[in-house]
Every structure is written in structure tokens, then in C-alpha cells.
């Protein structure tokens, strides 16, 4: 697969890298919804259908690396909210790799972001 987040971590396309692991790569993302908005993004290809039990530690270093992230970003002393979007109804623009939404910056309301 050679999806935008696949094109990114092989180099093809740059941006500016937020913060990033072995596994894992945090950039902003291009159409922010909240003054903070970060995607982290595993290295492995993959929609969050196909992570099994075998990618647990994976996706527990999704969670670190967003606490990390959000700590660098001095969002653990006001808060953030992690969102990860599967499906159409959820209406992600990119279903096929898996990841993770780090939103704050503000006072995040009830209302439900994409």
C-alpha cells in the first residue's frame, strides 16, 4: 500500500515532523479542527481492523507517544482529547492506515469532530 501517511514516513512527501519513535510519527495535521492537532501515525501499514492481539504493544505506544506528544506540547496542563476514526460513518478521510488524533488548544466542547 502507498497511502499518504505511508508516503510520509518513507520520505516521498516531507512535513514537518512534530515528534516521532521506532514505531511511530507525529505530525500536524493539515486541515486542523482545534489550535492543536496532531496525528500520530504508526510506522506499520495497517486500518484499525487489522491490528490484532499481536499489536498490542503497538497500540498502547500510540497512546504513549500521544501523551508524550501532548506533554511536549504543554497540553497535559490544560487537556486534550484522542480520537481514532474508523469507517465511513466516522467520516475519515483516511481509513486505510490507522491513526490517532490529538486535539486541544482549547476548550473542546460536546460536539463530535472528525
Not at 504493544?57 to 481514532?84: C, F, H, P, Q
Not at 465511513?88 to 490507522?98: G, K, R, T, V
Request: charged letters at 25%.
Amino acid at each position: 500500500m502507498s497511502d499518504i501517511f505511508c508516503k510520509i514516513i518513507n520520505g516521498e512527501i516531507s512535513t514537518e515532523k512534530v515528534d516521532e519513535g521506532d514505531s511511530w510519527i507525529a505530525i500536524n495535521d493539515i486541515h486542523p479542527v482545534t489550535p492543536v492537532h496532531v496525528l500520530i501515525i504508526p510506522k506499520k501499514h495497517g486500518s484499525l481492523q487489522e491490528y490484532g492481539d499481536s499489536d498490542k504493544g503497538l497500540l498502547g505506544e500510540l497512546i504513549a507517544a500521544a501523551n508524550r506528544v501532548a506533554k511536549k506540547l504543554s497540553l497535559d496542563k490544560t487537556g486534550y482529547r484522542l480520537i481514532i476514526n474508523y469507517g465511513e460513518d466516522s467520516q475519515a478521510h483516511i481509513m486505510d492506515h490507522l491513526h490517532v488524533h490529538l486535539l486541544g488548544g482549547k476548550r473542546l466542547g460536546s460536539k463530535l469532530v472528525r
